[in-house]
């Protein structure tokens, strides 16, 4: 028996029509085919099904050798998953070259393209390898690969869906290598790995192949502690409240961060389309440019355990860790009066703005953050109650006392 024949006759299986239910449990309809001609077959079906998102670049249904390559790496065969008490269990992997694929995704994500998205990994991946995290938090898909040899993470979703999945991992002590697919609003992080500003349709089997392609890099990961001010005037016990991957805001940004939050929250039926959503945040921008809050008079500002002076005219302060701000923003560009930045130097940046209208010009490159400084600790003793934000969350942060330090690094997929 040649090769290929040999492949198809490991990795064959049981053809399965599955329907979740509300409880999560999974019936099958147990049909004898080749798992090849299964993933062809289910690729046509989904990729023929009608859209109304923008992912009609992927309605071209892929060559079955492309299938079967992807299938061999990425997808767990059905002899290593079973099916007990409503859960999968992952056995041992029979093809010891595989580096199975675990997608974390909210179907609910990017208008329709979560839900569409979804359908079509069915199709390239096991059931067990795609979690719904509008089902549910990351936690148990992680403990069920978390002996998996060569598993690698993809996140479907923006910033807060990969730090959600980041801090999960956190908490299990697991580390895998995380590749994020943009489909949110905020996508820094997507931005600075490589994976693009936003998905608009390629190919999965693309995406699949950069995967594979992609390089490894540690990113520094950061705890936003928080100690309230007392009725006493002290300060209360310190907790750790988030934890920052991209970057830290307080004052103009954080402000129009937060307007752009609240309004959609209450209206989230007007904020379905990426486009709209970058027109709507400018907007919220725009209502500021004749409000002038200076920080000097809000908080007062430690690095390394040294004073800071806030210039007298500042009105937001960002604390960075990537090189991609608020939509793909370089806030510190090279400079032979500084360090270069880097994500895994355990080192951040501080720059600041005069207020939203240099907000605007530096984001079109007709102005430049102000450089505060590099460091690696970082408090804000905060005096009246002021915005702040992390990751592009927002809130209304109560006088007290706010420490950022270095919490660890986690292994990131890079693609070039």
């Given at each position: 028996m040649d090769s290929m024949k040999s492949a198809t006759s490991v990795s064959s299986f049981l053809k399965e029509d599955v329907k979740h239910d509300l409880d999560g449990k999974i019936e099958r309809d147990w049909k004898s085919e080749s798992a090849y001609d299964v993933l062809a077959k289910e690729t046509i079906s989904v990729s023929n099904e009608s859209s109304e998102d923008s992912l009609s670049a992927y309605d071209q249904t892929p060559s079955l050798e492309l299938a079967k390559e992807e299938a061999k790496v990425l997808r767990l065969s059905d002899s290593s998953v079973s099916f007990e008490d409503g859960s999968y269990n992952i056995d041992r992997l029979k093809n010891t070259m595989a580096r199975?694929?675990?997608v974390f995704i909210n179907k609910k994500s990017g208008g329709q393209q979560g839900a569409s998205l979804i359908k079509k990994l069915h199709a390239l991946l096991h059931p067990a390898q795609?979690?719904?995290l509008s089902q549910g938090s990351p936690t148990l898909a992680?403990?069920?690969?978390r002996s998996v040899p060569g598993t690698r993470i993809l996140v479907c979703g923006g910033d807060g869906t990969a730090g959600w999945v980041l801090t999960s991992m956190d908490k299990l002590d697991i580390h895998f290598p995380v590749a994020i697919l943009p489909v949110g609003t905020g996508n820094d992080l997507a931005r600075f790995l490589g994976w693009g500003g936003g998905y608009a349709g390629e190919k999965l089997e693309r995406i699949f192949k950069k995967i594979a392609s992609s390089q490894e890099c540690l990113l520094d990961r950061w705890s936003i502690n928080v100690?309230?001010?007392t009725e006493k005037g002290t300060l209360g016990e310190y907790k750790q409240m988030h934890v920052m991957n991209n970057y830290f805001g307080l004052g103009t940004d954080a402000e129009i961060t937060l307007k752009f939050h609240v309004n959609r929250e209450a209206n989230?039926?007007?904020f379905k389309?990426?486009?709209?959503?970058k027109i709507k945040y400018t907007l919220a921008g725009a209502s500021r440019l004749f409000e002038q809050k200076y920080l000097h008079q809000f908080i007062q500002v430690e690095v390394d355990g040294k004073r800071l002076d806030l210039p007298r005219d500042l009105q937001g302060i960002v604390v960075l860790n990537i090189s991609s701000y608020m939509g793909g923003t370089n806030l510190w560009p090279t400079s032979h009066k500084y360090e270069p930045q880097s994500p895994n130097d355990t080192t951040f940046e501080v720059v600041g703005f005069n207020g939203s209208f240099h907000m605007g010009a530096v984001k079109t490159k007709l102005s430049k953050a102000k450089r505060l400084c590099q460091a690696k600790t970082i408090s804000f003793r905060i005096i009246n109650p002021l915005p702040a934000q992390v990751d592009g969350e927002p809130w209304l942060q109560e006088p007290g006392q706010i420490t950022i330090?270095?919490?660890n690094q986690r292994t990131m997929l890079q693609t070039l």
């Amino acid at each position: 028996m040649d090769s290929m024949k040999s492949a198809t006759s490991v990795s064959s299986f049981l053809k399965e029509d599955v329907k979740h239910d509300l409880d999560g449990k999974i019936e099958r309809d147990w049909k004898s085919e080749s798992a090849y001609d299964v993933l062809a077959k289910e690729t046509i079906s989904v990729s023929n099904e009608s859209s109304e998102d923008s992912l009609s670049a992927y309605d071209q249904t892929p060559s079955l050798e492309l299938a079967k390559e992807e299938a061999k790496v990425l997808r767990l065969s059905d002899s290593s998953v079973s099916f007990e008490d409503g859960s999968y269990n992952i056995d041992r992997l029979k093809n010891t070259m595989a580096r199975p694929l675990l997608v974390f995704i909210n179907k609910k994500s990017g208008g329709q393209q979560g839900a569409s998205l979804i359908k079509k990994l069915h199709a390239l991946l096991h059931p067990a390898q795609v979690h719904d995290l509008s089902q549910g938090s990351p936690t148990l898909a992680l403990e069920r690969f978390r002996s998996v040899p060569g598993t690698r993470i993809l996140v479907c979703g923006g910033d807060g869906t990969a730090g959600w999945v980041l801090t999960s991992m956190d908490k299990l002590d697991i580390h895998f290598p995380v590749a994020i697919l943009p489909v949110g609003t905020g996508n820094d992080l997507a931005r600075f790995l490589g994976w693009g500003g936003g998905y608009a349709g390629e190919k999965l089997e693309r995406i699949f192949k950069k995967i594979a392609s992609s390089q490894e890099c540690l990113l520094d990961r950061w705890s936003i502690n928080v100690a309230p001010l007392t009725e006493k005037g002290t300060l209360g016990e310190y907790k750790q409240m988030h934890v920052m991957n991209n970057y830290f805001g307080l004052g103009t940004d954080a402000e129009i961060t937060l307007k752009f939050h609240v309004n959609r929250e209450a209206n989230p039926q007007r904020f379905k389309s990426r486009n709209m959503n970058k027109i709507k945040y400018t907007l919220a921008g725009a209502s500021r440019l004749f409000e002038q809050k200076y920080l000097h008079q809000f908080i007062q500002v430690e690095v390394d355990g040294k004073r800071l002076d806030l210039p007298r005219d500042l009105q937001g302060i960002v604390v960075l860790n990537i090189s991609s701000y608020m939509g793909g923003t370089n806030l510190w560009p090279t400079s032979h009066k500084y360090e270069p930045q880097s994500p895994n130097d355990t080192t951040f940046e501080v720059v600041g703005f005069n207020g939203s209208f240099h907000m605007g010009a530096v984001k079109t490159k007709l102005s430049k953050a102000k450089r505060l400084c590099q460091a690696k600790t970082i408090s804000f003793r905060i005096i009246n109650p002021l915005p702040a934000q992390v990751d592009g969350e927002p809130w209304l942060q109560e006088p007290g006392q706010i420490t950022i330090t270095h919490l660890n690094q986690r292994t990131m997929l890079q693609t070039l």
